[in-house]
C-alpha cells in the first residue's frame, strides 16, 4: 500500500467503542490448478460489537502478506457495513495472520492475537462452503473439464453479453444451430433476455421438445416440461452473489467476464441422469461455447436484417472450440418454427411498412397492396383515408374501413360487446371507428360524432382509446352540458388533466367563477400547471403531437390544450377566470 493510501487510513475517525474480529481460514472448496488440487483461504472481519460482516474475500493459499494487509486496510475504507471508519480494537483469531498487529498498530487500532478459530467465523465460512452447494452446483472443473475449455467458453460468454442480443431477437424466435462436426450436431436455440429478467442462451436437442415449452399453458406446465426436457444452457449472474465455490473457482484460473453482472453460469438439464440440474460436461460445454460463438457472429454480421425481422436468416462461419476448426450453420428463425402468415396477417405486415414510407405515394401503393391480399384490411383503408385530400374520399374511405373491420370480427360481434379491444380481432374495427368519430368531429357534424364516440364507449366502456375526452368536448361544444356531467360522474375516478380541467371548466359554464369552481380549478393546476399556458396562448402548441405522455407532463398539456382551447375560449369569462385563479395561491 502507498504512503498515501496508508495516509488515508490514519485520516479516517476511530471509533474507541468498536472492536472487529479478523480471521484467515482455509475453506473446504477444491480447486484444481495445473492438475493439482488446492483450497482457496476465506478472509473475514466482522464487528464483535453490531454482529455486521464487515468485509469478506477468497483469496489463493500462497497469496503475500501484502494482499491481506491491503485486506485489512480496505475494511475500514470501504467497509460493507456502515461509514468508513477504524475501530478501537481488532481481535486476530486462527493463527494466520498475527502479523496484521504491526499493520494495523501503523494505522493507530490497537489488536490482539489468539491461534484458537473463533466460533463466528466457523458459521461464516460454513454458510460460505454451502451457499453454492445447497443448489447442487458443483465447480465447473469437475470430471473431464479442463480449465482451458471453461476459459474459452468464458470468452465466448462475454463477447456475447457485450454484443446484447436479447436486444435484437425475441425469446420467442428459435434459431437453429448445425454443427458440422465430422458427426454433425443440431440444437434449436433460443436467446433469452428479452423479457427484461434472465439474459442468456438456451440449447434443445429437438424442434418439438422445444415446441412443448412455447406451448406451456401456465408456469406449472412450463416447470414440469422444463424438468423433462434435455437441455444445456447458460445465464448471467452477479459475481457477488455466486456464492464462494464459484468465486473462488473463477479468481483461481483468471476467467474472463464482461462485468461484474455478468458472470456466465452454465447449466445441463438432464431428466435420465441421476443429478438433474449439473454443470455440462466437456461435450456440452464445447458444444455451447460453439453456439454462443456462432450466434455472435451472425448477430453481428446481421444485425440489421435481425432487427427488422426480414426473411429467414442463414449464417455459416467457421468455430474453433478446444482446438477443432469446423462449421457452424445458424438459420434464423429456426425454418420448423416459421408459419406462412394468413393474407390478413400479410397485409397487416404490409400496411405497418406503408406508415414507415417516406413518401405519400409509397404509402398509397402500399395500402392498395395489402387490400389486394385481403380486402378486408381495415388498416389499409385508414392509410388511403389519412392521405385522401377531398373530404368526401376521406370519409368513403374511414366509411369502407369501419365495414371491413365489422366483416374480420363477423359472428362474435355480439358476444364481444363490452369488451371491444381486448379481444385482438376488435381492434382494427376500433381504430376506424375513432378516425371516422373524429372525422365528423373535424367536419362539424357534430351529432354524429358524438354517436360514434358514444357507441365506442358501449362497445369497450374501459376505452383503452380515450374516446371519452373527445366525447366530452362534443358534449360542451354542442351545448349539451348535461350528458358532459353524466359522462364525467361515469369516469369520476380519472385524475388525467383532461378530466380535471374539464370538471372545473363544467362547474364554470353552469354557476359561474364559484367556490366549487376555482376549487377544481386549484385542482387541476395543481395536477398539471402546463396546461394554464398553452390554453392562454403564453405558450404555443407544436405541430407535432407527442406520441407519449406522463401525467403531469408538459406533453399532457399539450395534448389536452390542443383537444378543448376551442372550448375554453367559446365559454364565456373562461379564460379571464382561469388567468384570475392561475395568478392566486394554489389551494391543492
Not at 121 to 128: C, G, K, N, P, S
Not at 222 to 241: E, I, N, P
Not at 455 to 463: H, S, T, W
Not at 484 to 512: C, P, V
Amino acid at each position: 500500500m502507498s504512503v498515501n493510501q496508508l495516509n488515508k487510513v490514519r485520516a479516517l475517525p476511530i471509533d474507541r467503542g468498536e472492536e472487529w474480529l479478523m480471521e484467515r481460514r482455509s475453506i473446504d472448496v477444491p480447486v484444481k490448478e495445473s492438475g493439482k488440487e488446492t483450497k482457496p483461504d476465506l478472509l473475514i472481519c466482522v464487528s464483535l460489537t453490531s454482529g455486521m460482516i464487515i468485509g469478506d474475500t477468497i483469496i489463493e493459499p500462497d497469496a503475500p502478506d501484502s494482499q491481506v494487509i491491503e485486506w485489512a486496510y480496505g475494511c475500514m475504507l470501504k467497509p460493507i457495513a456502515g461509514k468508513p471508519h477504524r475501530p478501537g480494537k481488532v481481535e486476530l483469531t486462527g493463527g494466520k495472520i498475527k502479523y496484521l498487529q504491526a499493520a494495523l498498530l501503523q494505522v493507530g487500532v490497537q489488536s490482539s492475537a489468539s491461534s484458537m478459530p473463533h466460533p463466528l467465523v466457523d458459521e461464516i465460512a460454513a454458510d460460505l462452503v454451502t451457499d453454492l452447494n445447497s443448489s447442487g452446483l458443483p465447480p465447473y472443473t469437475i470430471g473431464d473439464v479442463k480449465p482451458d475449455a471453461v476459459a474459452e467458453f468464458f470468452e465466448a460468454a462475454s463477447d456475447y453479453f457485450k454484443l446484447h442480443p436479447w436486444e435484437l431477437l425475441e425469446s420467442e424466435v428459435p434459431i437453429k444451430l448445425e454443427l458440422l462436426y465430422k458427426t454433425p450436431v443440431t440444437y434449436w436455440a433460443i436467446v433469452m433476455g428479452s423479457g427484461g429478467e434472465e439474459f442468456g442462451l438456451n440449447l434443445f436437442r429437438s424442434a418439438e421438445e422445444l415446441l412443448g415449452l412455447f406451448n406451456a399453458e401456465n408456469e406449472d406446465q412450463l416447470s414440469d416440461v422444463g424438468h423433462k426436457t434435455w437441455s444445456v444452457a447458460f445465464s448471467y449472474d452477479d459475481f457477488d452473489k455466486i456464492g464462494s465455490i464459484a468465486q473462488a473457482e473463477c479468481i483461481a484460473y483468471g476467467w474472463n467476464i464482461a462485468d461484474k453482472s455478468a458472470y456466465p453460469s452454465a447449466l445441463v438439464v438432464n431428466p435420465k441422469a441421476k443429478v438433474l440440474v449439473n454443470r455440462p460436461n466437456r461435450n456440452e460445454l464445447a458444444d455451447i461455447t460453439a453456439a454462443t460463438i456462432a450466434i455472435t457472429k451472425a448477430f453481428s454480421i446481421n444485425k440489421e436484417q435481425i432487427e427488422k425481422h426480414s426473411g429467414i436468416i442463414r449464417a455459416a462461419g467457421d468455430v474453433e472450440v478446444g482446438g477443432r476448426c469446423f462449421e457452424v450453420v445458424a438459420t434464423i428463425p429456426a425454418p420448423e418454427f416459421v408459419e406462412i402468415p394468413e393474407p390478413l396477417q400479410q397485409a397487416q405486415i404490409i400496411v405497418a411498412e406503408a406508415w414507415e414510407a417516406r413518401t405519400k405515394a409509397k404509402r398509397v401503393e402500399l395500402a392498395k397492396k395489402a387490400l389486394d391480399i385481403n380486402p378486408d384490411c381495415a388498416d389499409a383503408y385508414l392509410v388511403l383515408a389519412h392521405e385522401a385530400k377531398k373530404d368526401d374520399e376521406k370519409g368513403e374511405y374511414l366509411r369502407q374501413a369501419v365495414e371491413a373491420g365489422k366483416r374480420i370480427i363477423g359472428d362474435k360481434f355480439d358476444s364481444l360487446v363490452g369488451k371491444f379491444w381486448s379481444d385482438n380481432e376488435t381492434q382494427p374495427y376500433m381504430r376506424a371507428k375513432i378516425n371516422q368519430a373524429d372525422f365528423f368531429k373535424d367536419i362539424g357534424y357534430l351529432g354524429r360524432a358524438i354517436d360514434e364516440y358514444m357507441d365506442m364507449l358501449r362497445l369497450n366502456p374501459v376505452d383503452n382509446q380515450g374516446a371519452r375526452y373527445d366525447l366530452y368536448n362534443c358534449f360542451i361544444t354542442a351545448g349539451r352540458d348535461k350528458e358532459a356531467h353524466q359522462l364525467l360522474n361515469e369516469y369520476k375516478e380519472d385524475t388525467m388533466a383532461i378530466w380535471l380541467y374539464t370538471m372545473a371548466l363544467l362547474s364554470f359554464r353552469e354557476s359561474g367563477p364559484s367556490k366549487k369552481a376555482d376549487q377544481q380549478l386549484n385542482k387541476a393546476i395543481a395536477e398539471n400547471k402546463y396546461v394554464v399556458d398553452y390554453l392562454l396562448g403564453r405558450k404555443r402548441i407544436p405541430r407535432e403531437y407527442p406520441e407519449f405522455y406522463r401525467l403531469g407532463s408538459k406533453e399532457e398539456a399539450i395534448i389536452y390544450a390542443n383537444t378543448f382551447k376551442d372550448t375554453w375560449k367559446a365559454t364565456e369569462g373562461a379564460l379571464d377566470w382561469l388567468k384570475g385563479i392561475n395568478n392566486q395561491e394554489v389551494l391543492f
